[in-house]
């Protein structure tokens, strides 16, 4: 049911993500006049708190994460703030919120973001106390699971009382404005969807490189490992958009749909196709950091580092390896995409000494925001020696080519969505099923082997065996 929502329900408002991200989003759209006059955003979380101090919190997350520039207004947006503590376990607890929450019946969307064991009883005390009825729509922040099971739990436990077309299940990446970009840079131009397959692409490659490393979340990251917490989601759902099928129109079923065929049409990974591995001490950007181990303050076995060689088994990419990274402590920051093409099947230049070198496009996603592709030019020159020819760059800069408008952050986006109800960016159940379904195949693999992650030092682009892995098949990542 399409309605915006006048009421939204922030849970987990005084953490890490509602500090960084969801306050400071919710902030900026307030002062674009995007969110409605009559929309009220309580927050709630375990931490006894009145309404005064709440806004008093949001304050110093806003004065802290949000540009000078974006605040405007910050004033009125406190003013819409409440704050309800809630004890998850307690139907007392529910019954307080949903007082606090008031009537729904004008248009509920809640936010949740809690640990994976909170989620059924979150979900039955929310249905009990009616902020689940029909004018309430919910969005589930990761992680959904930690394998394809306790994934199904949680999404039946949500369905016991949401319907599917009221389950907004968010992937961060999905918000990022570059990444809605590869839609447009698809399916809005006519040059590239008919070389877009195996017959003219030769290989994929999907970066996702951070430098940072463990940060304060060391439980929940020593639990997940670089596969569960950026494969399983960011990285197929950017996997899937690159992979999938045009589809018949830009409305949630139909984009979900064709994204889902992919995921479901993704080979089951060998062993030897995969990369794990855990930073050791290193530098970056010429500062010492300590290795993982230190860091976390114990030894163990979780991965900072994935590489993968994939397949999409269907028609259009039989053969293409998609070849996917991601990992902490790397050089940079730097989250790409490079469609690596076929060479040309006959060359002119050959007799006159010039060699072709077969085109390339890569797709910044961040920081660097940008889309190039590698052409083949002749250089200047009377060529008396023989041609040269030069690969150069086509080059489209997206903050140049639109200048005068403004980054947004991903979660602007997805909370806009939310609040009016537009599934389209959110991730439906059964393709975070197919996402885990694909990954427990892995991890199981990689019990049954046994082995540790190979060690590399913070700063480098991960173990040998990664650069390895794309080698043997004649292929170098891209830097
Ligand atoms: C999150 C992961 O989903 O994505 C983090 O849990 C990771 O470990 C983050 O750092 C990366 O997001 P972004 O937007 O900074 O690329």
Redesign the pocket.
């Known amino acids: 049911m399409t309605f915006t929502a006048n009421r939204l329900l922030l849970f987990g408002a005084t953490g890490d993500l509602s500090q960084r991200m969801l306050l400071p989003s919710l902030c900026a759209l307030d002062a674009d006049d995007l969110l409605g006059a009559d929309l009220k955003i309580i927050g709630t979380a375990r931490t006894e708190m009145s309404d005064g101090d709440f806004r008093n919190f949001a304050r110093e997350a806003l004065e802290k994460y949000l540009p000078r520039d974006r605040r405007g207004g910050m004033a009125d947006f406190l003013n819409r703030l409440t704050y309800q503590s809630l004890d998850a376990l307690t139907e007392e607890g529910y019954r307080e919120l949903a007082d606090k929450v008031g009537d729904p019946s004008g248009g509920l969307a809640i936010f949740l973001s809690t640990a994976p064991s909170l989620f059924e009883p979150t979900i039955a005390g929310l249905d009990k106390v009616g902020l689940a009825s029909e004018n309430v729509r919910i969005g589930l922040e ?2 959904l699971g930690t394998d394809l099971a306790s994934s199904q739990e949680i999404n039946d436990a949500v369905a016991s009382a949401f319907d599917e077309s009221r389950i907004y299940r968010i ?3 999905l918000g ?1 404005e570059t990444v809605q970009n590869l839609l447009a840079l698809r399916f809005a131009n006519i040059m590239l969807e008919p070389v877009w397959n195996s017959n003219y692409v030769e290989h994929v490659q999907i970066t ?1 490189a ?1 430098t ?1 490393g463990l ?1 304060s ?1 060391v439980a ?2 020593d639990d ?1 490992g670089a596969l569960r ?2 494969v399983q ?2 990285m197929l759902q950017l996997l899937a958009l690159v992979a999938m099928e045009p589809p018949t129109s830009f409305d949630a079923t139909a984009i979900r749909d064709e994204k889902v065929k992919v995921l479901r049409a993704l080979r089951s990974v060998d062993a030897a196709d995969t990369v794990r591995g855990q930073y050791r001490a290193g530098a970056i950007d010429g500062k010492s950091v300590p290795g993982y181990d230190e860091e976390l303050g114990k030894d163990s076995d979780t991965e900072t580092f994935v590489a993968i060689k994939a397949h999409v088994d269907n028609w259009r990419w039989k053969g293409v390896p998609f070849y996917m990274r991601t990992g ?1 402590r790397l050089p940079e ?1 730097t ?1 790409e995409i490079v469609v690596q093409f076929r060479g040309i099947p006959h060359s002119i230049f050959e007799e006159r000494g010039a060699h072709t070198k077969p085109n390339q496009l890569v797709i910044g996603i ?1 920081p660097q925001e940008n889309i190039q592709l590698s052409m083949m030019a002749k250089m200047p020159g009377l060529d008396r020696e023989g041609i040269r020819l030069r690969s150069v760059p086509l080059d489209i800069a997206m903050p140049d080519a639109f200048t005068g408008t403004h980054r947004r952050i ?1 979660y602007e986006r997805l909370l806009l969505d939310l609040i009016e109800g537009d599934q389209t960016l959110f991730v439906r159940r059964d393709e975070i099923e197919a996402q885990w379904e694909w990954i427990d195949a892995i991890r199981e693999q990689w019990k049954g082997e046994g082995a540790k992650p190979k060690p590399y030092s913070a700063g480098s682009w991960g173990p040998s065996a990664a650069i390895a892995l794309t080698e043997r098949n004649g292929v170098s990542w891209h830097e």
């Open positions: 990761k992680p992937d961060h990446y990022k996702v951070e940072v940060e979340r929940y990251y997940s917490d950026m989601n960011h902490k920051r989250t961040q991903a």
